[in-house]
């Protein structure tokens, strides 16, 4: 069993920057792969960006978030960190940590584990 939490989430005008961390209940990534996913109210859940370290490392970001968004893990600390910049309103939306076994993957329903959600807004 796998226990994630998030933190970081808050209120930020447009431009601005947050940092979203995932914590983890146990050594993770040799063989979990982390995504980030986010909900804004209404619509589907959709992916943000994902990495995994089995196989090799490998990282990938949904295109509305690259160039602004960096995923990265603290292997010490048990943690992913979300560094999302030039933050535009319709950023806005719950933020989701999520672990799998072994392969990344951009589909939602192929995570195991949810972190409870952190909220991110973004005004104009």
């Known amino acids: 069993q796998v226990h994630l939490v998030e933190s970081g989430g808050g209120l930020v005008q447009a431009g601005g920057s947050l940092r979203l961390s995932c914590a983890t209940s146990?050594?993770?990534?040799?063989?979990?792969?982390m995504g980030w996913f986010r909900q804004a109210p209404g619509k589907e859940r959709e992916f943000v960006a994902a990495l995994t370290y089995y196989g090799g490392s490998q990282i990938s970001y949904a295109d509305s978030v690259k160039g602004r968004f960096t995923m990265a893990s603290d292997n010490a600390k048990n943690t992913v960190v979300l560094q999302m910049n030039n933050l535009k309103p319709e950023d806005t939306a719950v933020y989701y940590c999520a672990a799998r076994l072994y392969r990344l993957s951009t589909r939602a329903n192929e995570y195991d584990y949810w972190g409870q959600g952190t909220q991110v807004t973004v005004s104009s």
């Open positions: 146990e050594r993770t990534f040799s063989t979990y792969a």
